[in-house]
């Protein structure tokens, strides 16, 4: 619960929104329901919080040891749209007529890793995201006939420029996302 108006607290500061998500699926604890009840509506607000922000509260949230659930929590509330608008778009697609779980399974191995006391690169978490959105971009450029090595890169180059206006990544984590999608 939040003290105070939630309304009134996600306006002075709607990374709130994101805490209380953090904080509802590390404590395994239900969100108060008139701190809850706000929350779909406001998500936007998180567009207006800096980029560089963003990137710390996307650590926090994903490196937190129960990133699965932080993830089915955000999109339950519609905030994960704003952290990852890419992504969501692809999520909402079928392969094969399965949904993808790449994301599920790479937040998984996150977890397993933070359990073990391992460490976790902010890279692969971004990598994990975005491989999707950037594979349906490199599928663009290479129909228009870019040689694959070509494509990949205007692909990661694509949503790399796209995702920092969400969350600025820093230039070492997208230098090491391009060489983990080369690898693929």
């Known amino acids: 619960r939040l003290s105070g108006d939630p ?4 306006r002075e500061n709607p990374v709130r929104m ?4 953090r904080f509802a699926a590390k404590l395994g604890f239900n969100i108060e329901k008139h701190t809850e009840a706000p929350i779909v509506e406001m998500a936007p607000l998180l567009l207006d919080v800096s980029n560089a922000r963003m990137f710390e509260e996307v650590l926090k949230l994903f490196h937190s040891g129960v990133a699965v659930q932080v993830f089915e929590k955000l999109r339950h509330y519609g ?7 890419l992504t969501e778009e692809i999520l909402s697609e079928e392969m094969d007529g399965f949904p993808r779980m790449l994301v599920i399974e790479a ?4 977890d397993r890793r933070i359990g ?4 976790v690169n902010p890279s692969f ?3 994990a995201m975005l491989w999707e959105p950037m594979l349906k971009r490199k599928e663009v450029y290479s129909a228009e006939g870019m040689s694959n090595q070509d494509a990949l890169y205007a692909a990661a180059n694509e949503v790399i420029d796209q995702q ?3 969350t600025a990544i820093p230039k070492r984590f997208t230098a090491q996302m391009r060489e983990l999608w080369s690898f693929q």
């Open 164 to 166: 920092i206006k969400c």
């Open 125 to 127: 978490l971004f990598s």
């Open 107 to 110: 937040l998984k191995s996150t």
């Open 116 to 119: 073990e006391g391992k460490s």
């Open 79 to 85: 905030l994960f749209e704003h952290l990852f608008p």
């Open 7 to 10: 309304e009134t607290r996600y």
């Open 18 to 21: 994101l805490r209380a998500i």
